[in-house]
């Protein structure tokens, strides 16, 4: 039967943080049955004092074996473990024989603290919330706390659009600005969970938020104006559109407020309609057109869809009259003009004043020329 070359392998110590797989120590064993037998081979046992299966004893059968970290160590939870293992054969012993205290061996470990970050009670947090929920309100709580039982804080990053702010004791997430699931509709922030008097030791874990929608927008036509021509009258197609998701968008409704004697109008799909003109016009006009249109919820609002009814040029686009692109001053204009008239004349008049003024002396000079030429 196996005999340990020693039973007691006395105290170990480990630090918690030591990482699975780490040694402890070796064991060994002998057995002085032929080697070629079965019976020879040697197998060891943790019998007693492995709280949680912390720790397992690799052998290769020939009477060495390792005890090593099988579950990663927790000072809190256990510091100290009082380890029995024992070596077996395979195979049964023969009969009348027993196991001694020979095939038997004891040894201590102790679990020594290490200063460990914030632990997070949970490693997924996902947050659906409406985007119309009101400003203060509480989103979602994050928990943690410090295997050490320290104090512990916590700060928020990644809020890009300043949305939430985070109280650094107790881990409530909070809206301090309204949402908008239109502009964003999932977004991610980073708490990061520290120990208070040692920013250093921290852990952080990523919030996952979610927007539901509400029904906070009417549908909108897209182009509120357009022309049709008096020789060739075609059909007018309209489009809306809505900032809202289904169920809170379309199928549209369009109607006419008021039903009127020359228009109609018709859904085609979920987002657009036509409009049609029943009789041909007989002088050009800008028609005023109000139609309601509503969401599948029924939200909706009068708007306002302007059709210029005009002559168009062989191209098709309205044609406008030359009398019409006339140049038409304004008041500053014709003000200006009129400066510029009047800075003309006093320049005319001052140019003839000087040229009069150079005649009068010119003849003076001639006259006593000629007195003097007298005498």
């Known amino acids: 039967?196996?005999?340990?070359?020693?039973?007691?392998?006395?105290?170990?110590?480990?630090?918690?943080?030591?990482?699975?797989?780490s040694t402890v120590l070796t064991l060994k064993a002998t057995d002085a049955d032929?080697?070629?037998?079965?019976?020879?081979?040697?197998?060891?046992?943790?019998?007693?004092?492995?709280?949680?299966?912390?720790?397992?004893?690799?052998?290769d059968g020939n009477g060495v074996g390792h005890l090593v970290v099988a579950k990663p160590l927790d000072f809190e939870s256990s510091h100290t473990y009082d380890l029995q293992i024992d070596a077996r054969n395979p195979e049964p012993l023969m009969k009348g024989l027993e196991y001694g205290g020979e095939s038997t061996a004891v040894l201590s470990v102790c679990v020594t603290d290490v200063d460990e970050a914030p632990e997070f009670s949970l490693d997924i947090l996902d947050v659906t919330v409406a985007e119309d929920i009101t400003k203060g309100s509480v989103v979602f709580k994050v928990e943690a706390k410090d295997p050490e039982g320290k104090e512990i804080s916590f700060k928020m990053d990644g809020d890009s659009q300043g949305w939430l702010e985070l109280d650094a004791a107790t881990g409530e997430i909070r809206t301090k600005e309204k949402l908008d699931r239109e502009k964003l509709e999932t977004f991610e922030v980073t708490v990061i969970a520290f120990e208070t008097d040692n920013p250093e030791k921290s852990s952080e874990r990523v919030v996952h938020v979610r927007l539901l929608d509400v029904n906070d927008n009417v549908p909108k036509l897209?182009?509120?104006?357009?022309?049709i021509c008096m020789q060739d009258i075609?059909?007018?197609?309209?489009?809306?559109?809505?900032?809202?998701?289904?169920?809170?968008?379309?199928?549209?409704?369009?109607?006419?407020?008021?039903?009127?004697?020359?228009?109609?109008?018709?859904?085609?799909?979920?987002?657009?309609?036509e409009v049609r003109l029943k009789k041909k016009?007989?002088?050009?006009?800008?028609?005023?057109?109000?139609?309601?249109?509503?969401?599948?919820?029924?939200?909706?609002?009068?708007?306002?869809?302007?059709?210029?009814?005009?002559?168009?040029?062989?191209?098709?686009?309205?044609?406008i009259p030359p009398q019409g692109q006339g140049f038409k001053p304004g008041l500053g204009t014709i003000i200006g003009i009129l400066a510029g008239v009047l800075g003309v004349c006093i320049i005319v008049a001052v140019v003839a004043i000087k040229r009069s003024s150079k005649k009068s002396k010119k003849k003076g000079l001639n006259e006593e020329e000629e007195r003097n030429a007298i005498m």
């Open 1 to 21: 039967m196996p005999l340990f070359e020693k039973n007691n392998y006395g105290n170990h110590t480990l630090t918690e943080d030591s990482p699975v797989g």
């Open 34 to 59: 032929d080697p070629d037998s079965g019976s020879s081979l040697i197998e060891f046992h943790i019998s007693a004092g492995n709280d949680g299966d912390v720790f397992k004893v690799e052998t």
């Open 222 to 227: 897209i182009e509120t104006q357009t022309f």
């Open 234 to 273: 075609k059909p007018i197609v309209i489009k809306a559109q809505d900032g809202d998701s289904v169920p809170f968008s379309q199928p549209f409704t369009f109607a006419f407020v008021k039903k009127s004697p020359n228009w109609e109008l018709r859904a085609i799909d979920g987002t657009t309609a």
């Open 281 to 319: 016009p007989i002088k050009e006009a800008t028609i005023p057109l109000y139609i309601d249109i509503l969401d599948s919820a029924g939200l909706g609002v009068t708007q306002l869809f302007e059709v210029k009814v005009c002559n168009c040029t062989e191209l098709g686009h309205c044609y």
